[in-house]
C-alpha cells in the first residue's frame, strides 16, 4: 500500500466505514472516551470528542478532572462527562490513587476506542492513572491514540507502548524530537523522510503520524505520505480534532473486522490500522482548510468541528444508505 496512489487509499478507507443501516443498534457505530481534561485544559478534550462525535461514533465520553468535567458539560449536551480524574491538589482524604485509578479502568471494557493526552498536563497523578489505563487497555487490547501530555509519557516511560501495534502516536515537531531522543535517534541525520519510519521501528511497530507540512505514517514497515491542503493558520488545537477523528475511524475499523455489516473482508488489520491513520490525517488536513477558507487569519481550533462531518464527505464520502 506504500506506494499506492491517495485515491488507492481513500477507496480502501471507505471500504471500512460501516454504511448506515436500519439494523445497528446504539454503541455498534463506536463507543469512544478521551481521557485528560485538568483544571488548565478544557478545550482539547472538547474538541477530540466532539470530533470524534461528528465523524459519527455513537457514543462520546470525556474522562477528566471534576473541574473540568463542570466546564466541559457547558460546551456540549451531547458528551458524556465522567469526573473521575484527580490532579494530585484535588486528592480528597477519602480518595487514593487506586480508587482513582480503579474508576477510571472500570469504563474500559464499555469502550471500543481511547484517546489519552488531550488536556492532561503533566500532574503525576493524572500521568500515573494514564500509565496504568494503556497497561489495562493493551491487556484487553483496546487500541489507543496518545497525543500532546499523552506524548510525554511514550517519552518518559517508553515501555509502555513499546511493540503494541493497537496503538497511533501523534507527535508535532518538537514532540516527535523528544520521542525521537528517547529512542536515541537524531532528526538531524539521515533521510529526513525516513525519520517516521526509523522512530516507529525503535518503539515495536506502534504506528506514528508526524505531522507537519506533510505526515508521515509509518509502523516501521511500510510509510504513507498524508499531503492534501490544509489552512495556513496553525492555532493550537487542531490536533484535537485529529485524535477524535482517529478514534472514530478505530472504531470503524473494529466494526468492519467484526463483521457487524456484509463485506468483502478482504482487508488485513494491520492495513486497516494505517487506513485509519491516514483517513484521520487526510480528513483533519481537509477540515483545516476548510475552516481557513472561511475564517482566514482569525481560525480557532473550535472552527474545525464545524467542518468535520463536510472534510468527511469531500475526501471519504457517504454510502449509499440501504433500508
Known sequence: ?????????????????????????????????????????????????????????????????????????????????????????????????????????????????????????????????????????RKQNIPFVLDADGLYLAQTRPELVDGYKECILTPNVVEFGRLAKTKNIKVDEGDPTELCSKLAKAFGGVTIIQKGAKDYISNGEHTLVSEGEGGLKRSGGQGDTLTGSLATLLAYRKAYHDRIWEHENDLEPSETLALAAYGGSAITRECSRLAFKEKGRSLQAGDLTEHVHEAFLNVVGEKESKL
Open 1 to 137: 500500500m506504500a506506494n499506492a496512489t491517495r485515491k488507492e487509499i481513500i477507496g480502501k478507507v471507505y471500504k471500512m466505514i460501516p454504511p448506515m443501516l436500519e439494523s445497528f443498534h446504539k454503541g455498534q457505530l463506536g463507543r469512544v472516551a478521551v481521557i485528560g481534561g485538568s483544571e488548565d485544559y478544557t478545550g482539547a478534550p472538547y474538541f477530540s470528542a466532539m470530533a470524534s462525535a461528528k465523524l459519527g461514533a455513537d457514543m462520546s465520553h470525556v474522562i477528566c478532572e471534576p473541574g473540568a468535567g463542570a466546564v466541559i458539560k457547558t460546551y456540549s449536551p451531547n458528551l458524556m462527562v465522567h469526573p473521575y480524574m484527580r490532579q494530585s491538589k484535588h486528592l480528597a482524604a477519602s480518595e487514593t490513587a487506586e480508587s482513582v485509578t480503579s474508576e477510571v479502568l472500570s469504563m474500559l471494557p464499555r469502550l471500543h476506542v481511547i484517546v489519552i493526552g488531550p488536556g492532561l498536563g503533566r500532574d503525576k497523578l493524572m500521568q500515573d492513572t494514564c500509565a496504568k489505563v494503556i497497561e489495562e487497555a
